[in-house]
């Protein structure tokens, strides 16, 4: 998947006065109209800086909350033109719209090296669904197109996936390194291979699931999913979240699983609690087979822990995503830092390429402190998930011709 995409490298080095479409992530939280976390503005302000620096006119596409096609100023993307100016130290303006005359005439009097931020994509009903006209209004705008968004690329969108295939397309330097890392933990990666899936469901969770198990060594499964796995072993997880109705769906992963060489770790030892709260006096942990009827399964043991940690000595990849206990609240999330220290001393001392994503993920890796020790984190969440479970994402897939 590596090499057969375009990247800023096959670009013109001289883009004096050529305008290039950059299809940005910059859907980020605010409150009172201030952005809150400003991480997916930081991450496109290498590819911006780089096309500025070679004197394209940049133009920036991206959405901005879900105003369904209507026009709205609390989602208007000219909020977003302060705190971008901040970030890359450059003016930016604001565009009024990503097609038509008007942005048109705006755009044919900025000067080479120029940032502009287009109005809201999602301001048209035809963005959602990938309308072939918004698309050629989107492209009329630019002489390339760069995607630097893949948090947003699985979905196929006129701003990510339409426009691709009217200009010559290439993949920005945050798409690019994303692309490269998932590359190395699941397309083409050293074995053996470990991947941690924790969170609460599994359901949300079975296709991720069902398509690992063919291609990894270690599959440690945390989180609340764990129990619905416990429960499928005969084990009597008490009042534990837990998926009664999925226990047939877990008895078929083990079976592939199985039949695959792949080893499915389960906790021995476990953190219960008979009340979901801080550092509760019920706290205990036991052996899997001795959680009391009233009691709920909270966190992974330290036994347990200790177990994964060996395991993890002996790969040479690791995906992680989801924390393996209620990690937001202590004490349960002690196996999920105690075992993300490890993966990062590991990646450290260069005998692993730790690749991690999706939100819960990147805040249970930032509370460790140990994000930036990892091989790359994503930011991307739904993204993330569907490229674990193997499926083509649009917006990659239109820059691969």
């Given at each position: 998947?590596?090499?057969?995409?375009?990247?800023?490298?096959?670009?013109?080095?001289?883009?004096?006065?050529?305008?290039?479409?950059?299809?940005?992530?910059?859907?980020?939280?605010?409150?009172?109209?201030?952005?809150?976390?400003d991480?997916?503005?930081?991450?496109?302000?290498?590819?911006?800086?780089?096309?500025?620096?070679?004197?394209?006119?940049v133009?920036?596409?991206?959405?901005?909350?879900?105003?369904?096609?209507?026009?709205?100023?609390?989602?208007?993307?000219?909020?977003?033109?302060?705190?971008?100016?901040?970030?890359?130290?450059?003016?930016?303006?604001?565009?009024?719209?990503?097609?038509?005359?008007?942005?048109?005439?705006?755009i044919?009097?900025?000067?080479?090296?120029?940032?502009?931020?287009?109005?809201?994509?999602?301001?048209?009903?035809?963005?959602?669904?990938?309308?072939?006209?918004?698309?050629?209004?989107?492209?009329?705008?630019?002489?390339?197109?760069?995607?630097?968004?893949?948090?947003?690329?699985?979905?196929?969108?006129?701003?990510?996936?339409?426009?691709?295939?009217?200009?010559?397309?290439?993949?920005?330097?945050?798409?690019?390194?994303?692309?490269?890392?998932?590359?190395?933990?699941?397309?083409?990666?050293?074995?053996?291979?470990?991947?941690?899936?924790?969170?609460?469901?599994?359901s949300?969770?079975?296709?991720?699931?069902?398509?690992?198990?063919?291609?990894?060594?270690?599959?440690?499964?945390?989180?609340?999913?764990?129990?619905?796995?416990?429960?499928?072993?005969?084990?009597?997880?008490?009042?534990?979240?837990?998926?009664?109705?999925?226990?047939?769906e877990?008895?078929?992963?083990?079976?592939?699983?199985?039949?695959?060489?792949?080893?499915?770790?389960l906790?021995?030892?476990?953190?219960?609690?008979?009340?979901?709260?801080?550092?509760?006096?019920?706290?205990?942990?036991?052996?899997?087979?001795?959680?009391?009827?009233?009691?709920?399964?909270?966190d992974?043991?330290?036994?347990?822990?200790?177990?994964?940690?060996?395991?993890?000595?002996?790969?040479?990849?690791?995906?992680?995503?989801?924390?393996?206990?209620?990690?937001?609240?202590?004490?349960?999330?002690?196996?999920?830092?105690?075992?993300?220290?490890?993966?990062?001393?590991?990646?450290?001392?260069?005998?692993?390429?730790?690749?991690?994503?999706?939100?819960?993920t990147?805040?249970?890796?930032?509370?460790a402190?140990?994000?930036?020790?990892?091989?790359?984190?994503?930011?991307?969440?739904?993204?993330?998930?569907?490229?674990?479970?193997?499926?083509?994402?649009?917006?990659?897939?239109?820059?691969?011709?």
């Open positions: 998947m590596a090499q057969n995409f375009k990247t800023l490298d096959d670009l013109p080095a001289d883009l004096t006065g050529k305008r290039v479409l950059v299809r940005v992530d910059l859907n980020v939280p605010m409150q009172g109209g201030s952005v809150s976390d991480t997916r503005l930081r991450a496109a302000v290498p590819t911006i800086a780089e096309l500025s620096d070679k004197g394209a006119i133009l920036l596409l991206s959405h901005f909350g879900r105003p369904k096609g209507a026009v709205r100023p609390d989602m208007s993307t000219a909020l977003l033109v302060k705190p971008l100016a901040e970030l890359t130290g450059r003016s930016v303006r604001f565009v009024e719209d990503c097609q038509g005359e008007e942005a048109a005439r705006a044919s009097i900025m000067l080479p090296g120029s940032i502009g931020i287009l109005e809201n994509t999602r301001f048209h009903l035809g963005e959602e669904k990938n309308d072939p006209e918004l698309a050629k209004g989107m492209a009329a705008l630019g002489d390339y197109y760069v995607n630097d968004a893949f948090s947003v690329s699985h979905r196929a969108h006129a701003s990510t996936e339409g426009v691709a295939h009217l200009l010559p397309s290439f993949a920005g330097r945050s798409m690019e390194a994303e692309l490269t890392a998932l590359e190395k933990a699941l397309g083409n990666p050293e074995r053996p291979v470990a991947t941690v899936v924790g969170g609460a469901k599994v949300t969770k079975l296709a991720v699931l069902g398509n690992l198990v063919g291609k990894v060594d270690h599959l440690i499964i945390g989180g609340g999913m764990a129990n619905t796995f416990l429960a499928a072993r005969g084990v009597d997880v008490g009042k534990s979240l837990c998926e009664k109705d999925l226990v047939g877990a008895e078929s992963i083990f079976e592939s699983a199985d039949k695959a060489g792949c080893t499915i770790h906790p021995y030892d476990v953190v219960v609690a008979k009340e979901f709260a801080p550092n509760p006096p019920s706290l205990r942990t036991v052996n899997v087979h001795e959680v009391a009827a009233d009691e709920m399964i909270l992974v043991g330290p036994a347990a822990v200790e177990a994964l940690a060996d395991a993890l000595k002996t790969c040479r990849t690791l995906v992680w995503n989801g924390p393996l206990g209620a990690f937001e609240t202590p004490p349960f999330d002690e196996a999920t830092v105690a075992l993300a220290k490890t993966a990062a001393a590991l990646t450290q001392d260069g005998s692993l390429v730790s690749v991690a994503g999706g939100g819960d990147v805040a249970a890796l930032n509370h402190s140990v994000a930036a020790d990892f091989t790359f984190v994503s930011t991307a969440g739904g993204a993330f998930l569907e490229w674990m479970e193997g499926r083509v994402l649009p917006g990659v897939a239109a820059l691969q011709r």
